[in-house]
């Protein structure tokens, strides 16, 4: 089946601090994966993507590489912000259909 | 570009009543979803089409019903409301790399 395990949170940093949230996936055949962003009261926008692997799919200082050999496709960003702070959803696009497949996203909070 | 648009943004039901979110893409999609976001679980996929006169069930349809009549609208319908179905809901619709959602209904049924 497809399916995403993403990181337990929250996870707190202080502003400036690296960030990794961590997401594999389980998959039949070759999705693609993507990042997804929700701040408090709204809906959920692409933050990013990647449709093959070895893909590294990057915005708003975000990168995060599509790994085959791994399933997986961490978020890292180098040095957060207070603005930052969100809710973080890993997902994937099987290659047949449109049917998407999120994690239960993963809360973060910045400090200045 | 309106993108997807949701009505309405809150609802208090009492237990019982039924009643119907709305939901409309102007994109041309073919794949629209409807998923309710719970803490600690995620996005769970409630219905979802594939196309006009097409629907099918996901992973916790009971209790909602959908139709599709034309490629636009997605209605969700809360048939009976339980406070269990107390949930932020979100409509989606899907082009051919992404996914789009609307602004959420925040429900609460009492």
């Known amino acids: 089946g497809n399916s995403v395990t993403q990181m337990e949170g929250p996870v707190t940093l202080s502003e400036e601090a690296f960030l990794t949230i961590n997401c594999t996936y389980t998959?039949?055949?070759?999705?693609?994966l993507f990042w997804y962003v929700q701040y408090p009261g709204e809906g959920l926008q692409l933050l990013l993507k990647?449709?093959?692997?070895?893909d590294k799919g990057s915005n708003k200082g975000f990168e995060a590489t599509y790994r085959k050999e791994t399933t997986s496709f961490h978020l890292e960003k180098g040095s957060v912000q207070v603005s930052d702070s969100a809710v973080y959803f890993c997902?994937?696009?099987?290659?047949?259909?449109?049917?998407?497949?999120f994690g239960t996203g993963t809360s973060l909070t910045v400090i200045p | 570009n309106a993108g997807v648009t949701q009505t309405p943004k809150f609802q208090v039901l009492k237990t019982g009543q039924s009643m119907t979110l709305q939901c409309a893409q102007d994109?041309?999609?073919?794949?629209m979803s409807w998923y309710r976001q719970d803490p600690g679980m995620g996005l769970r996929l409630i219905h979802y089409?594939?196309?006009?006169?097409?629907?099918d069930q996901g992973e916790v349809p009971n209790g909602y019903n959908v139709s599709r009549s034309t490629t636009e609208d997605f209605p969700l319908r809360l048939l009976s409301a339980a406070p269990s179905q107390t949930s932020v809901y979100f409509c989606?619709?899907?082009?051919?790399?992404?996914?789009?959602f609307g602004e959420g209904s925040w429900l609460t049924v009492v």
């Open positions: 989606a619709s899907s082009g051919e790399y992404t996914i789009y």
């Open positions: 998959a039949t055949g070759y999705p693609s």
């Open positions: 990647a449709t093959k692997a070895d």
């Open positions: 997902a994937l696009r099987r290659n047949t259909g449109n049917q998407f497949y």
């Open positions: 994109m041309n999609h073919e794949y």
């Open positions: 089409s594939v196309g006009a006169g097409i629907t």
